[in-house]
């Protein structure tokens, strides 16, 4: 017990520090990832450090491998020094890091024995500025005529969004036609990235919650459509289409 306490604090006369690498622009909500290598005041890998790391960040709504920033911690482990495994030898990733909130923002980390140990992080989080519509907006047709709707976006900002749904119902006094020959109803758009449907047949006058939504083409009886995109890049415009007929 004595040798793993003693290597979580740097000996005397000896700096250390965190290292957080990351990408230096990322997107509101976007899961990436960051490195933090533990260095002497040489520059120099510590491969026996021990310590427990603890996060914060300057946005409240932080968040790192599902859990608020601020909850979060983790203790090292090395070949060297340290009991358990894995072997961390000074160097470890850290997945899914999301900051939500646009703007220059920060994440701190530090060792939570030893406060000396530190490490500072500058990230700009960029939103993307997505407008969504449908068109046609009213249609005049008759009984049994079918027409075809789109739900679209277009994404006008300097930055990408990540992951962004678009929720649309078929419209009262219609139904909607079956179209299974063609993937995903004719969706995707000018970048190429492939849109995902999903459908609900729930009859309520407001979108249903969005686990109630079965990922495929959807079938008669459908009420609501909903497609995610992974991506919208900068300057970028896509559609989902779909056809009902006049009831």
Known sequence: MAMALAALAPAPGLSVSYQIIAPPTVGCGAPFWITVVVLDVSGVTR?????????????P???????AMGAYTYTWTS???????????????FVNVVLPSPGPQTITAVDTID??????????????D???????????????????FRACWSNYSTGSAFAFTITDPVPLGASFVPEASIA?????????????VGYSTSPTPTAPPADSFVTGNPVAGT???????????????GCGCFRVKVQ
Do not use: H
């Open 130 to 148: 997505v407008k969504l519509w449908g068109s046609p907006a009213s249609v005049m047709a008759e009984t049994g005529q079918t027409v075809r």
């Open 61 to 67: 709504a932080a968040r790192i491998e599902g859990l």
């Open 223 to 237: 009420r609501w459509l909903r497609w995610t995109a992974p991506l919208a890049g900068v300057g970028t415009t």
């Open 184 to 196: 995903n109803l004719d969706a995707g758009n000018t970048a190429g990235v492939p849109l995902t």
């Open 47 to 59: 491969v026996d450090y021990c310590g427990t790391i603890a996060f914060t960040s300057t946005d």
């Open 79 to 93: 070949s060297l020094a340290c009991s358990g495994a894995p072997n961390d030898n000074g160097v470890k990733l």
């Open 115 to 128: 406060g000396s140990i530190t490490g500072l992080l500058s990230v700009m989080v960029v939103c993307a």
